[in-house]
């Protein structure tokens, strides 16, 4: 199925998904490009070394680009790298009628999406996801942001990329705790949205890259939900199922561990906690217990139900989630007392298995 080139709308934004080089590039910077200059490829340091020659080998129109650098990595998904990539789109003549390409996982597309929207008040970018998760969630659907001292996605808007071209290519390079990262974000669309898909899931084969087949579902769902709640006024909030907790705990590791969680390990424990509460206020009949395992102390606890607090879409001091009703049926605004986000922590970490790496 991804052998052929599926082209839809999310929210307006064209995506283009699949095909057998990362070629559609070429044929969109020719017909709709063709004036912008300079053209910018952001990258870090993996992708400049795996996915950056790939490109320039099937796009030609690449040849005059110049590559901006970032360093890999959630903890430089910050100001401080926005300035540096703004320093040098500055000294090389960037400007409104410039291209910004991100090409990488989900930091890149956040960071050169935030760095490109507010660049001489908004220059056009494209994003071309090269991680799992960046391929099923956080290339698509115009959130664009930075971290602010660690505290997850503070400063940021909504900017819809010019287009988003998916080319599942670009996975065979990637480490398998990458890939891991990814299905937890595929995992969380099916939960939400498609009990039918997590069935699926749940029988199938955990093969680092049958995960492939889960692309192209795993972006309808997420086009159908941001399509109609773009701005996430309501309905968008439900591909927040496991990030309160998720962004707490991958905020926790980003301050306290030497190698941190990936975003996808934080949000599957966060998945694991917020099915716990599921069951004890949203009405989810089981429980799910199919994740790893993040040892967590009394004290790592207390810290990370404070750092909940910060989500997004907490009002007035205040606790909302977006739960599980049923697998595949999630509903957003729950109003959580706090006591059930310690319990829930207190709940995951009572497992007794050791994570996955
Ligand atoms: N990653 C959640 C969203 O795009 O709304």
Not at 22 to 35: D, I, K, R, T, V
Not at 263 to 277: D, L
Not at 288 to 299: I, K, T, V
Request: glycine share 10%; proline share 5%.
């Amino acid at each position: 199925m991804l052998a052929d080139l599926n082209e839809f709308q999310i929210a307006g934004c064209p995506v283009r998904v699949g095909g057998s080089s990362p070629e559609a590039l070429q044929q969109l910077l020719l017909s709709q490009f063709m004036g912008n200059s300079p053209v910018y490829v952001l990258t870090d340091s993996n992708t400049r070394k795996h996915c950056y020659p790939v490109l320039q080998r099937h796009v030609p129109a690449l040849s005059e680009a110049i590559c901006l650098e970032a360093e890999a990595g959630e903890q430089n998904k910050t100001l401080q790298t926005c300035e540096r990539i703004w320093m040098q789109m500055a000294e090389s003549g960037g400007n409104r009628n410039s291209l910004l390409i991100n090409l990488g996982g989900g930091v890149i597309t956040d960071l050169g999406g935030f760095a490109a929207s507010v660049f001489h008040r908004g220059m056009p970018f494209i994003n071309i996801p090269t991680t799992l998760m960046a391929m099923v969630d956080a290339s698509l659907g115009g959130k664009t942001g930075v971290d602010l001292h660690g505290l997850k996605n503070q400063i940021g808007l909504f900017a819809n990329p010019a287009a988003i071209l998916v080319w599942p290519g670009f996975l065979d390079t990637l480490p398998e705790r990458e890939i891991l990262s990814g299905a937890a974000e595929i995992c969380k669309h099916a939960l939400i949205a498609d009990a039918g898909m997590w069935d699926k899931i749940v029988k199938g084969s955990k093969e680092p890259l049958l995960w492939k087949e889960y692309i192209l579902p795993a972006i309808k769902i997420k086009t159908g939900i941001v399509s109609s709640d773009p701005l996430e006024q309501g309905s968008r909030r439900l591909l927040n199922f496991g990030h309160t907790l998720g962004h707490a705990i991958e905020t926790w590791s980003l301050r306290n561990d030497a190698i941190p969680l990936t975003h996808g390990e934080a949000v599957a424990a966060g998945m694991v906690c917020e099915t716990r509460i599921s069951a004890q206020i949203a009405g989810l009949p089981a429980e799910d217990r199919r994740f790893g395992h993040y040892p967590m102390n009394e004290d790592a606890i207390a810290s990370i139900a404070r750092l909940s607090v910060y989500d997004k879409k907490n009002r007035n001091g205040k606790h909302l989630l977006s739960l599980l009703r049923s697998v595949g049926q999630a509903a957003d605004g729950i109003p959580c007392e706090p006591r059930l986000i310690a319990e829930s922590l207190r709940f995951y970490a009572s497992y007794t298995q050791s994570f996955f790496y």
